[in-house]
């Protein structure tokens, strides 16, 4: 029993630092999602190129025009999501800090 006591404040002593400094984790985790929403962005344009040559290659085939319309289809779904959640992070950050 003492021993998980003695856990217990061992992490709470080394989280506090953590909590005690909501800027510095506010801020990481700003450049962790700017980090994922770069890397997405640059995945999405090289899909959309993609969608394109594989829309310019499909010579008529009627499934390889579905197939590049699908791709675009679900790279722009994806963008939306990928912003959505960057603002809904906006939001929550604007409503917890401040």
Do not use: C, W
Not at 17 to 32: K, Y
Not at 39 to 65: Q, R, S
Request: net charge positive.
């Amino acid at each position: 029993m003492n021993k998980k006591i003695v856990g217990i404040l061992t992490l709470a002593v080394l989280v506090m630092p953590i909590i005690a400094s909501a800027d510095v984790v506010t801020e990481t985790i700003n450049n962790v999602t700017d980090f994922i929403v770069q890397i997405t962005l640059g995945l999405a344009v090289l899909a959309y190129v993609g969608a394109g040559l594989l829309h310019l290659t499909a010579m008529g085939d009627a499934n390889k025009i579905n197939g590049a319309r699908n791709v675009v289809l679900y790279t722009t779904i994806g963008v939306v999501i990928i912003l959505m959640a960057k603002g809904f992070l906006s939001i929550v950050e604007t409503l917890v800090v401040k």
